[in-house]
């Protein structure tokens, strides 16, 4: 099984448990629950990484694009009628396909509102839980592999202690918060 799979089966981007994260992390952002649409792009925004080799190569990169599809499937076409996609708005497809500022980036766009939430969500869980997915599913060894210039091959523990700090000191995170 790959570890994009695994991941959303019971790794750290668990099709259940990481949604309620990210929905979490959203009120704690913005002060509001997500409305009903934005629970559908979370809870599809990482569903892109089922059958993906990796998280963070270039399968893995390319996640975004499933859940962005079914946003503006489900939620941005008028009632199934048939139209140019130029015709038909895309708020809640951008706000999927974006919360990868990686994907951004690479398409000169702002990330969206759900790549905060869905970074910050990492502070919203208890630690030991995220470890343990991270480690079922093989995440872990991926993640600690691109943090070697940070930490060194530092325990798993000081790598999520280290990746929590990272977020919480996001530049676009901290002018959430202040803004309050």
Same mark, same amino acid.
């Given at each position: 099984?790959?570890?994009?799979?695994?991941?959303?089966?019971?790794?750290?981007?668990?099709? +259940?448990?990481?949604?309620?994260?990210?929905?979490?992390?959203?009120?704690? +952002?913005?002060?509001?629950?997500?409305?009903?649409?934005?629970?559908?792009?979370?809870?599809?925004?990482?569903?892109?990484?089922?059958?993906?080799?990796?998280?963070?190569?270039?399968?893995?990169?390319?996640?975004?694009?499933?859940?962005?599809?079914?946003?503006?499937?489900?939620?941005?076409?008028?009632?199934?009628?048939?139209?140019?996609?130029?015709?038909?708005?895309?708020?809640?497809?951008?706000?999927?396909?974006?919360?990868?500022?990686?994907?951004?980036?690479?398409?000169?766009?702002?990330?969206?509102?759900?790549?905060?939430?869905?970074?910050?969500?990492? +502070?919203?869980?208890?630690?030991?839980?995220?470890?343990?997915?991270?480690?079922?599913?093989?995440?872990?060894?991926?993640?600690?592999?691109?943090?070697?210039?940070?930490?060194?091959?530092?325990?798993?523990?000081?790598?999520?202690?280290?990746?929590?700090?990272?977020?919480?000191?996001?530049?676009?995170?901290?002018?959430?918060?202040?803004?309050?």
């Amino acid at each position: 099984m790959k570890i994009g799979t695994k991941s959303i089966l019971f790794g750290v981007h668990q099709f +259940l448990w990481h949604p309620l994260t990210v929905g979490l992390a959203w009120r704690r +952002l913005f002060c509001v629950w997500p409305t009903w649409r934005e629970w559908f792009c979370i809870f599809v925004h990482d569903l892109g990484y089922w059958g993906k080799p990796n998280i963070d190569g270039p399968e893995g990169r390319e996640h975004p694009k499933l859940g962005a599809r079914l946003a503006w499937h489900y939620l941005d076409t008028y009632d199934g009628r048939n139209v140019t996609v130029a015709t038909i708005p895309r708020a809640y497809h951008d706000l999927t396909l974006y919360h990868s500022r990686e994907y951004a980036k690479l398409h000169n766009e702002d990330p969206s509102l759900l790549c905060w939430a869905d970074k910050y969500s990492v +502070l919203c869980e208890p630690r030991w839980f995220y470890l343990l997915r991270a480690r079922l599913s093989g995440e872990i060894k991926e993640f600690k592999s691109h943090a070697v210039p940070y930490i060194g091959s530092g325990s798993d523990r000081l790598w999520l202690n280290w990746y929590r700090l990272k977020i919480a000191n996001l530049k676009e995170i901290r002018e959430i918060l202040d803004s309050k």
